[in-house]
């Protein structure tokens, strides 16, 4: 019989293996990315204190108000703008992007290319 991990097992195993390669520090901290069957969430933080800089989800009302659909690669490209401007804001420019463990397509790289567009580099 064969024996199977179920794919949010293998999400977070691979999520472990990409955080041990890098880390944020206050010159380039971390994009962080979760997304969940609802919503979408980004994060700039900072590791070596642990602290958050800037956060965007699917959930703000200034993030979803002319979304549809708070799940689909539209609302990714919209968190992507979103987390940029804030990130501009407070004068960050270049982050390392932590995918979470989810595969490079899809709402995950609508996500990266809208941030990339407005102004992040990585």
Known sequence: ?????N??????GKHKKIRNRFSGTPEC??????????????QIIDDTVGNT??????LQKDVNANLDKT?????????????A???ADKGIKD???????FIYQGKIQALADAAREAGLNF
């Open 71 to 83: 799940n689909d690669v539209k609302a990714a490209a919209a968190l992507g703008e979103a987390i």
């Open 29 to 42: 901290p971390r994009l962080a990315v979760f997304r969940s069957n609802s919503h979408m969430y980004a």
């Open 1 to 5: 019989m064969v024996n199977k991990k």
């Open 95 to 101: 982050v390392v992007f932590d995918r979470g463990g």
């Open 7 to 12: 794919r949010s097992k293998v999400r977070v």
């Open 85 to 87: 401007k804030k990130a």
């Open 53 to 58: 800089l800037v956060s965007a989800s699917t």
